[in-house]
């Protein structure tokens, strides 16, 4: 099976940034994703990484290390619309899409 | 609207009836999926499909059932609902795997009392 952790809970203050990490052990790897889910509502997504490095979009960027397992999503300049949950993803050898529990993000003002 | 659809929106029953949860995408997809989502679980996948007449099973497929006669169509089906079975359940699909991102549908909350 497959075993992604990050972590459940992280509060910030708005106009901050935070950091949240995602390890990862699986039967292989063709790419990690974060979705973003607001309470009551679907994921959506919101970068996708393959290659070891920083991908950056806009006040969002994520990084993966294939070697090490590991990734991070950076949220900067925090608003209050960011509190929602992030969801660590990643496709294994299985092609299936694995999801971590997520970790809920709270923006304080 | 074209993208992907999902009803009912909140469903409730009884243990023991049997349950439809529809999911309906206007993209021509190949691949179509069935999540739930409990507390501490996060996204736990149940069943998934490739292409029309073409299921798998997922990490936790017992007591559903799904089929997909229409490669537009993936109804997932609780054959005898349990209390285990409250949940939500999020329909999701794909033009392929390995590097595509998935469209995730609302979601159905269902509760089984």
């Known amino acids: 099976g497959q075993n992604i952790d990050q972590p459940t809970e992280m509060t910030a203050t708005e106009g901050a940034i935070v950091q949240i990490n995602c390890t990862y052990q699986?039967?292989?790897?063709?790419?990690l994703f974060w979705y973003q889910q607001h309470a009551g509502e679907a994921p959506t997504f919101l970068s996708y990484?393959?290659?070891?490095g920083l991908e950056e979009k806009g006040r969002f960027s994520s990084f993966l290390s294939r070697s090490k397992g590991y990734s991070y999503l950076l949220l900067k300049e925090l608003q209050m619309k960011d509190s929602a949950s992030y969801l660590c993803?990643?496709?294994?050898?299985?092609?299936?899409?694995?999801f971590g529990a997520g970790t809920t993000v709270t923006v304080r003002a | 609207d074209a993208g992907i659809t999902q009803s009912p929106r909140y469903k409730i029953t009884e243990t023991g009836r049997q349950v439809t949860l529809m999911c309906h995408q206007t993209?021509?997809?190949?691949?179509m999926f069935w999540y739930r989502q409990d507390l501490g679980h996060g996204l736990r996948l149940i069943y998934y499909?490739?292409?029309?007449?073409?299921?798998d099973k997922g990490e936790v497929p017992d007591g559903y059932v799904v089929s997909r006669s229409k490669t537009e169509n993936f109804p997932l089906t609780l054959e005898s609902a349990t209390r285990s079975q409250t949940s939500v359940y999020f329909c999701?699909?794909?033009?392929?795997?390995?590097?595509?991102?998935?469209?995730f549908g609302s979601g159905t909350q269902l509760s089984v009392l």
């Open positions: 993803a990643v496709w294994a050898n299985d092609y299936k899409l694995s």
């Open positions: 993209w021509s997809h190949s691949y």
């Open positions: 999701a699909s794909s033009e392929s795997v390995g590097s595509e991102k998935l469209f």
């Open positions: 499909s490739a292409a029309a007449d073409i299921t």
């Open positions: 990484n393959v290659l070891d």
């Open positions: 699986t039967s292989g790897f063709n790419g």
